[in-house]
């Protein structure tokens, strides 16, 4: 059976039929290959929010109160719906997202071992005894923090919702999603199906597809209590000033422009391999897609040379009708921002710097520094900028020139080398041996400075820190005595 029947779309933006679909504008599902519409959705609007916020807080405060285990097992089963519907979401996945299948299977994968990570939460010991000078019982307890909004962009948006919203429902929390338009699919509806057929109760997942003005109701809306967006630093900046207006926590997962370094004993054909890897997967379109490559000059001509061959021999095209290594970008406004970056100077085109439509392709820049466009900025699409080093410091005087602070890898046959050195680049998280794009259920993640504010999300103890709130409680025998 479906997951997905278009003629229920609009059902799915709301969890509570009670009130019925968004009352804004109409928008199309457009596949990025063709340019096709693959349906058409109903928008929410500020007063949909404020709606949506009413019903959750009701239906947040029975959720929190119900046994762990029945949490648990609402998540174990939308874990297993990923799996048993894993065909449709992949096709989703390709059609909306323009991702090639291995990525679109790999967000299925990730978003059941999200669930599975999550179902474990609810059983978790929620607070701790404290020593205390007086004579009574001291602890810490954990609490939902109450309705939690999940603001999603169009990259990546299974995996970039279900890592907030499976372990903000599962500790008690209510949820306000809403996903970028662009994506409202996989990014919204989808998940919304999930747990809809996971047996979550009504009003506790509700899907607001809309524009910024949505996502500022959501951030101002006094019924919400923690934000959670993922997506640019300019879009996060603002986000986190809106939060901080409102006495709101924010965690902010932003951009990157992550570094790999490649020293002057790594094997060239392994390095470039991950090179390309790490900047031309999904297209580039990922938060820690390899936007620098650091060489040792002893490599560096030969590295340039063989990672430009081989991104020449990539296939570029549709990824639901050839069997090809890139997609298309999301669209024209995205193609032409890398294609400006590209074009700005600064570097030696080596390989690519055309388009097709939608489809870019793989490029390398050689001879690039901290000045050229393309190495200072998230280029967010197929682009390897290149830049040379002699020295450990050099590299990281290079690692460190740009202000965001993701993710690094390091190539060297000396692991413990490649160590040594991440200790003095600061970045939230560090692959030795590896590219930069790794994403795992159960490992902490998120970057430093421009990145974002540090590990969010991955893990229990980031998860609980997410998604609940700390009460201290003292219980005495006896009521207290003072002098007056």
């Not at 490029?363 to 466009?373: F, G, H």
């Not at 560090?430 to 504010?453: C, I, K, L, R, Y």
Request: glycine share 10%; proline share 6%; charged share 20%.
């Amino acid at each position: 059976m479906a997951l997905l029947d278009e003629s229920r779309w609009n059902d799915l933006i709301f969890s509570d039929g009670a009130w019925g679909p968004g009352r804004g504008a109409g928008s199309d599902v457009v596949e990025p290959a063709t340019g096709e519409a693959l349906g058409r959705i109903t928008l929410a609007t500020p007063d949909d929010v404020a709606r949506a916020a009413r019903t959750a807080a009701i239906a947040q405060r029975e959720w929190a109160a119900t046994p762990h285990t029945q949490r648990a097992a609402v998540l174990r089963k939308a874990a297993a719906l990923w799996t048993e519907h894993a065909e449709e979401i992949t096709w989703w996945n390709v059609r909306e997202v323009g991702a090639v299948p291995g990525m679109a299977g790999f967000a299925v994968h990730v978003a059941e071992q999200e669930c599975y990570e999550a179902a474990s939460l609810p059983s978790r010991p929620y607070g701790e005894l404290v020593p205390s000078e007086q004579p009574r019982l001291s602890m810490t307890r954990r609490y939902p923090a109450g309705v939690v909004g999940v603001i999603s962009p169009f990259n990546v948006p299974i995996i970039l919702g279900i890592r907030s919203v499976a372990p903000a429902l599962a500790l008690g929390n209510a949820v306000l999603l809403k996903p970028d338009p662009r994506t409202a699919v996989t990014g919204g509806l989808i998940l919304a199906r999930i747990f809809q057929e996971a047996g979550l109760p009504d009003g506790l997942l509700q899907t607001l597809i809309g524009g910024v003005d949505v996502g500022e109701a959501i951030i101002a809306d006094p019924a919400v209590r923690v934000i959670s967006f993922t997506g640019s630093t300019r879009a996060g900046q603002r986000v986190g000033e809106l939060a901080g207006r409102h006495l709101k926590r924010a965690h902010l997962e932003l951009g990157g422009n992550s570094a790999m370094i490649v020293l002057d004993d790594a094997d060239v054909d392994a390095a470039v391999g991950l090179a390309a890897w790490g900047s031309y997967f999904h297209q580039g379109q990922i938060c820690m897609t390899t936007g620098r490559h650091l060489v040792h000059e002893r490599i560096y001509d030969d590295f340039v040379q063989r990672l430009a061959d081989k991104a020449a021999k990539l296939p570029v095209g549709d990824p639901a009708r050839e069997q090809v290594a890139l997609g298309p970008v999301i669209d024209a406004t995205q193609r032409d921002k890398i294609h400006s970056l590209v074009t700005a100077g600064g570097g030696r085109i080596v390989t690519g710097g055309e388009y097709d439509r939608l489809f870019y392709q793989p490029t390398v820049i050689a001879d690039t520094t901290p000045d050229t466009p393309a190495f200072a900025s998230e280029i967010f699409g197929p682009v390897a900028p290149v830049a040379k080093f002699g020295s450990l410091d050099e590299a990281v005087a290079l690692a460190t020139a740009s202000e965001y602070g993701l993710a690094l890898g390091i190539v060297t046959q000396d692991a413990m080398r490649g160590v040594a050195l991440a200790d003095r680049i600061p970045t939230g998280i560090v692959h030795v041996n590896d590219q930069t794009v790794n994403d795992e259920a159960n490992a902490p993640f998120g970057g430093m400075a421009a990145s974002g504010t540090g590990s969010r999300f991955g893990g229990a103890a980031a998860n609980i820190d997410a998604f609940t709130e700390t009460r201290w409680i003292t219980v005495r025998g006896q009521a207290a005595t003072y002098p007056f």
